[in-house]
């Protein structure tokens, strides 16, 4: 959030000391009574220096963002689409994808507003001040103009990124994700059956570089293609959500998947106990050194789950883990001492607040004596 408030003090353009703006923006934030954060203190701040459109990053706007004023080139424009609404007026919308030097975002014009790409008065490679509320769409992260919003023609000189993302610069709500990336697991497709009853294909692909690995969702065709472990892949146009708490890569309609030729290094980053932090995905390495019995439980769907809990621990520590449904099988046979291998887990806050590791389906997780 420094950064952020740092990048709204710089439009300020010497209006005031930073120290003067420290200070003012401490002072309004005690006023709010803690009704808002620094960030948005330091936006009010802004405005009542004359600065009424703060403008932000692209990468660093989220749905919850609310209202924003961001700069950004133009990317892409999609086709008008018309519709027709439930009290049987005729609708129009329409889809800019912007872009700076810190990612892409959607931006959705409605009826009147889309007249401007008819006109031609809209398109590619215009650099656009684009004052907006944010929202959670279909693509992830999304802006509506709205009545209050607008577009503006700048002469600045926006470079928006060419070359891939590293995975570990991959955030939640981001669209027009490029990666190169070596495939660790390809999954399988899988067959289910659309609410309009048509049916469809899915697959989990899980992808490795040199720093990290996430996973990337295909479907229908896409999702059928042959993929071999340890290939590389080029992922073109995809967007990124949060789901079970862990950033995956999603295509859709516009996106490209194929085979590439790049040779992409990965090693499995194991994580100390010690460095476990709630929230993350981690893989740890140890050794067992607590034991539990599998427990059965009733789901909401009626269908019966287990989990069974055990302890792990390394030089640095030592953290609960519970193992669910099937991979609750493995502690048959188990005891302590045995090697503990878990790649692909979820850091929580369990019982009591304690911290635990979960693994799940995604999870890879190995028992092995201990070697003597």
Same mark, same amino acid.
């Given at each position: 959030?420094? #950064?952020?408030?740092?990048?709204?003090?710089?439009?300020?353009?010497?209006?005031?000391?930073?120290?003067?703006?420290?200070?003012?923006?401490?002072?309004? +934030?005690?006023?709010? &009574? =803690?009704?808002?954060?620094?960030?948005?203190?330091?936006?009010?701040?802004?405005?009542?220096?004359?600065?009424? #459109? $703060?403008? $932000?990053?692209?990468?660093?706007?989220?749905?919850?963002?609310? !209202?924003?004023?961001?700069?950004?080139? $133009?990317?892409?424009?999609?086709?008008? %689409?018309?519709?027709?609404?439930?009290?049987?007026?005729?609708?129009?919308?329409?889809?800019?994808?912007?872009? /700076?030097?810190?990612?892409?975002?959607?931006?959705?014009?409605?009826?009147?507003?889309?007249?401007?790409?008819? !006109?031609?008065?809209?398109?590619?490679?215009?650099?656009?001040?684009?004052?907006?509320?944010?929202?959670?769409?279909?693509?992830?992260?999304? +802006?509506?103009?709205?009545?209050?919003? =607008?577009?503006?023609?700048?002469?600045?000189?926006?470079?928006?990124?060419?070359?891939? *993302?590293?995975?570990?610069?991959?955030?939640? #709500?981001?669209?027009?994700?490029?990666?190169?990336?070596?495939?660790? /697991?390809?999954?399988?497709?899988?067959?289910?059956?659309?609410?309009? =009853?048509?049916?469809? +294909?899915?697959?989990?692909?899980?992808?490795?570089?040199?720093?990290?690995?996430?996973?990337?969702?295909?479907?229908?065709?896409?999702?059928?293609?042959?993929?071999?472990?340890?290939?590389?892949?080029? $992922?073109?146009?995809?967007?990124?959500?949060?789901? *079970?708490?862990?950033?995956?890569?999603?295509?859709?309609? *516009?996106?490209?998947?194929?085979?590439?030729?790049?040779?992409?290094? *990965?090693?499995?980053?194991?994580?100390?106990?010690?460095?476990?932090?709630?929230?993350?995905?981690?893989?740890?390495?140890?050794?067992?050194?607590?034991?539990?019995?599998?427990?059965?439980?009733?789901?909401?769907?009626?269908?019966?789950?287990?989990?069974?809990?055990?302890?792990? !621990?390394?030089?640095?520590?030592? +953290?609960?883990?519970?193992?669910?449904?099937?991979?609750?099988?493995?502690?048959? &046979?188990? #005891?302590?001492? %045995?090697?503990?291998?878990?790649?692909?887990?979820?850091?929580?806050? &369990?019982?009591?607040?304690?911290?635990?590791?979960?693994?799940?389906?995604?999870?890879?997780?190995?028992?092995?004596? %201990?070697?003597?």
């Amino acid at each position: 959030m420094d #950064d952020e408030i740092s990048e709204i003090f710089g439009q300020l353009d010497g209006r005031l000391s930073r120290e003067e703006f420290d200070s003012r923006l401490e002072e309004k +934030v005690s006023l709010m &009574g =803690g009704l808002c954060d620094r960030k948005t203190a330091a936006m009010l701040v802004a405005r009542e220096l004359g600065a009424s #459109d $703060v403008t $932000v990053k692209i990468g660093r706007i989220k749905p919850e963002t609310g !209202s924003v004023a961001f700069v950004g080139r $133009v990317v892409t424009i999609s086709p008008i %689409h018309e519709f027709k609404r439930a009290d049987g007026s005729l609708g129009r919308v329409a889809n800019l994808t912007m872009a /700076d030097e810190t990612g892409t975002i959607r931006v959705t014009l409605w009826d009147e507003s889309t007249d401007l790409i008819k !006109s031609g008065d809209l398109a590619v490679d215009l650099v656009l001040k684009v004052r907006g509320f944010t929202k959670e769409g279909f693509a992830g992260c999304e +802006v509506n103009l709205g009545r209050n919003g =607008g577009l503006e023609e700048v002469d600045l000189d926006i470079k928006p990124r060419i070359e891939p *993302y590293k995975i570990s610069e991959i955030g939640r #709500d981001m669209g027009e994700v490029n990666l190169v990336a070596q495939v660790l /697991d390809p999954g399988e497709p899988r067959e289910f059956t659309r609410k309009d =009853g048509s049916p469809g +294909v899915v697959r989990s692909v899980l992808l490795g570089d040199e720093t990290g690995k996430i996973r990337l969702t295909l479907w229908n065709e896409q999702a059928k293609m042959e993929i071999k472990e340890g290939e590389s892949l080029e $992922v073109i146009n995809a967007t990124s959500r949060e789901r *079970y708490g862990q950033v995956e890569v999603q295509t859709g309609g *516009y996106s490209i998947t194929r085979k590439s030729n790049a040779v992409v290094s *990965y090693k499995e980053q194991i994580t100390s106990i010690a460095d476990l932090e709630i929230g993350s995905i981690c893989s740890i390495s140890g050794f067992v050194s607590g034991l539990g019995e599998v427990r059965e439980f009733p789901r909401d769907d009626g269908r019966v789950g287990r989990v069974a809990n055990i302890y792990v !621990s390394d030089e640095t520590g030592r +953290v609960r883990v519970s193992l669910w449904d099937d991979l609750a099988g493995l502690v048959e &046979g188990l #005891d302590l001492g %045995h090697r503990a291998d878990l790649f692909d887990c979820q850091v929580k806050s &369990g019982w009591n607040e304690e911290m635990e590791v979960s693994c799940g389906w995604r999870s890879q997780v190995t028992f092995a004596p %201990h070697e003597q």
